[in-house]
C-alpha cells in the first residue's frame, strides 16, 4: 500500500513524469488500434515532419519562460524559407551549409529587431509580434515577388532531409538536428548562467534586476535565439517539404506554443523544462501522425486535436490543484 | 506617468485644449485626416461614394472590435473570435439553404457564435489559472474544426437563395445600413462603458482583479458575460459578412481576430488591461479602413499593405513609449 502511494506521488509530484506517463498511454492505444503505428520507419516518419515545430519549441520555451509570446515565429520562418527558395530558383548559392548559416542569419536579424522593440522600447510583445507577424510575412511575398520554388527548383537542397550524413548513416539530418538543438538548450537552460538567469528573469523580473541582472539583454539575447531557430525552421521546412512557399506554416506558431503549454511552460513565466517541452511536442506530434491510423475522417482531425489540447491545458490544472492539496494535507498531518 | 495603479504624477496642469489635441484620440483624428488626404491624393477614385461602396466587407470587423476593447480592458485576449466567425456563417448559410425563415436564420447565426462565446467564458471561469490566450487558442482549433467537418471535402457553402441577405445589405442613399448599424453598436458599447457601473467595473477589473475581486465585483460573472459577448458579435459579424459574400468557406473570418485587436491597440488600448478608451480604437478602426480602402484602389500589392499595417502597429505603440522614456530621463536630468 505504501508503495503504491508513493509510486502515485511520484507520478503526481513531477509534470514531467505524468507527462510521460500520457505520452506512454497514448502511443500504446494508438499502437493497439493500429499496429503499423510503433516501427522505426513510422517514428522517424513523425520526428521529420514535425521537427520544425520540435526546433521552435525549444526558443519559443525561453519566450515563454521570460513570461513573453512570440507570434511571429511563423513569418520569420517563412521569410527565411522563401529567401533559401528564392537562392536556389535563381541559382545564386547552392551549398546547403551556407544557405542554412543565411536562413539563420536572417532570422537571427528578424529576432533581435522584435527583442529591441520588446525590451528597449517597452512594447509589449504580444503586440510586437504580432506587427512583426504581419511585417514579415508580407516580407515573405515580396522576396519571391509572390512566386514560389517547387521540388524542381531546389535541385539537391531537398536531399538535405533524406541523407543521413549528419547522423553517420543511422538518423535523418534532420532529426539530428532536432536532437543537438534540445541537448543544447538542455545543458543550457539547466547548468549555464544565461539559462539561470532567463528562469530568474521570467519568475521575477524586478527581483533579478535588483541582484544585477541587465533583463533587457536577456530578452534580447532569448528573442534573438527564437528568430535564428525560427530561421533555422525555414531552411528546414524548405528540405523537409521540398517547396518555399509565402503562405509556409502559415498558423502553425500556434502549434509551437500548444506543445510548449502542454509540456507544462507556464504562460505567466518562470516555470518550464526543456525535457518537458520534448515531451509536449511529441505528444502533439504522436496526436497528429496517430489521428489518420486510427481512422479519424481528415475533416475531423483539427476538431479532435483542438479537443485534445484543451483537454490536456485543463487537466494540467486538475493535476496541479490536486497536487496543491495534496502539498497542504501533508502539512496538516 | 500614470501606474498601473492610476496614480499620476503631473508636474503641472495642462490647458484642456493642449489636453484635448494631444490625447491620443487627438492625434487619432489628425492621423485620420492625414490618410484621407493622402488616399484623396494618391488615388483618383477616393471619393465618399467609393468608399461607402467599399466599406462593407472591412465593417464587419469592427464588430469583433468592440467586444475585443472590452476583453482587453479587462486584461484578457480572445483569438477565437475570427473561427466564431467561420462556425456562425457556415451554420446560417445551412439554415438558410435548409430553407428556415430568415429571422430563424438570423437566430441560428447569433446563437451559434453566443455559444462559441459561453464556451470560452465558461472554461475560463471554471479553470481561472488558465491564461486566455491558450484556451482561446484551443477553441479556435475547435470552432473552426467543427465548421471544417459541417461543410465537408468541398469546404465551401454558397447560398441558394440570397434575396433576404441581399436586402440586408441594401442602402440609404449611398450609405449602407450595416454603417448605421455598426455606429449604433459602437454608441451603445461607449456609452455602456463610460457611464455606466458595469464599465466602471470592467476598468477596475482591468487594472486590478484582485483589489475588484475584494471590493464585491463578481469578477467571474462579468468575464464570462465579456467573452459569451463577444461571441455574440462574432455571430453579428457573421451575419453581415454572409451579405456581403453569400456564403462561407473555411477560410472565412481567417485573421480578423489579429485585425480587431491591432485596431484596439492602435486606438490606445493596453493589452495589459485597465488602460484605454473605445472613442480611440473606433477611430483607429476607421482610419485603417480607409488606408486600406485607399491603398486597394491604386492596385497596390496586399501584401505591401500588410507591411504598412504591421509597421503602424508597431510604431504606435513603440513612439509613444520611447517619447515617455526620453521624457523621463529629461525629467531625472533635471532633477539630478
Redesign the interface.
Known sequence: MSEKKSLWKIITGSREVSLLLVLIVLCAIVQILSPSFLTIKSIMDMLKNNSVIMIMSTGMLGVLLLGG?DISIASTLAFSGMTVGMLLKYDIIHNAFLLFLIAMAIGAACGCLIGL?ISR????P???T??????Y???A??IGN?QWASAENLGDFKNFALNKTLGLGLLNNVIVIVLICYVIFFIVMKWTRLGRKVYAVGSNPEAAAVSGIHTANIKLIVYTIMGMLAGLGGALAVAVYSSAQ?NMLYGRE?DV??SC?IGGVS??GGRGTVVGTLLGSLILAVIAKALPLVGI?A?????????I??AV??LN?VT?RMMDRNNLKGREM | MAGKSGRTLSITQESSWKKAVFSWEGILILLFIAVNILCICISPNYNLKNVLREMPKYLTEVFLLLPMAYLLLLGE?DISVGASVCLSATMACMACNAGLPFPLVLLVGLAVGTLCGAVNGF?LTR?T???P???T??????F???A??TL??GGSISLTNTKQFHAMAGKIGPVPYMFFVVILAAAIYMVVLGKTTFGRRVYAIGSNSLASYYAGIHVQKIRFFVFTLAGFMAGVSAIFLTSVLYGANTTTGNGFE?DA??MA?FGGI???GGKGKLLGAIISAFTIICLRIGLGQINM?P??I??I??????LA??LP??AK?ARSMGIMAKAA
Not at chain 1, 130 to 135: A, K, T
Not at chain 1, 299 to 307: E, I, R, S, Y
Not at chain 2, 309 to 314: D, E, I, R, T
Open positions: 509570446i522593440v522600447g517597452g512594447v509589449l504580444i503586440i510586437a504580432m506587427g512583426f507577424m504581419y511585417i510575412r508580407g516580407f511575398y515580396l509572390s509565402p500556434m506554443i500548444a503549454v504562460t505567466t475522417d475533416l475531423a482531425q483539427n476538431t479532435v486535436k483542438g479537443v489540447i484543451l491545458i485543463i490544472v496541479q | 485576449i472554461i479553470f489559472e488558465l491564461p490566450m491558450i484556451v487558442l484551443g477553441t479556435q482549433i475547435v473552426r474544426g467543427i471544417e467537418i465537408g471535402s489579429m485587436i491591432a491597440v493596453s493589452t495589459a500589392n501584401q505591401v500588410l507591411v499595417l504591421g509597421a503602424l502597429l508597431v505603440v513603440l513609449n520611447l522614456k
